[in-house]
């Protein structure tokens, strides 16, 4: 894949982005329609039933909807060949329903990583991992506890 054709690939990843960022969930569902294809694999599990680019506008709604002030702050980016890697930390203040959850006003920071596999300079693939541990803690869902974290001496692994 040449240099131009991947920087095209993480630019329209990054257009993505911004439109996730703006707020405005037509500006977003119109920007999945520009560089998403239809039928877009998604291997992230979704709380939604759609699949394909629908599956995509419609998780952007609910987070436009949830965190009106949504906002993705890509901190790391790598590309080769038809794949693009973002690194992102995510922040918003929950001001509507989310996955059943009513506003509570509580900020949310978290991080997510996103693959993105790139035919023909349309989103064909997507792979993601999104920090969902760190939004329920936040949201007050689950207690976030203090020393969480356990030792275990090799001898006992």
Known sequence: MSTDQIARNKAAFSRLHDAQSSGDVEVFRKMVDEVVEPDVLIRTPLPIEATGAEALK???AMLL???PDLHIEVEDVIAEGDKV???NTVTGTHQGEYMGVPPTGRSITYREIMIVRFTDGRIAETWGIVDVLTQMKQLGLIPAQEGTFVAVPPSEV
Request: aromatic residues 22%.
């Open 58 to 60: 419609q998780v952007g």
């Open 65 to 67: 909807r949830a965190f």
């Open 85 to 87: 890697v973002f690194r």
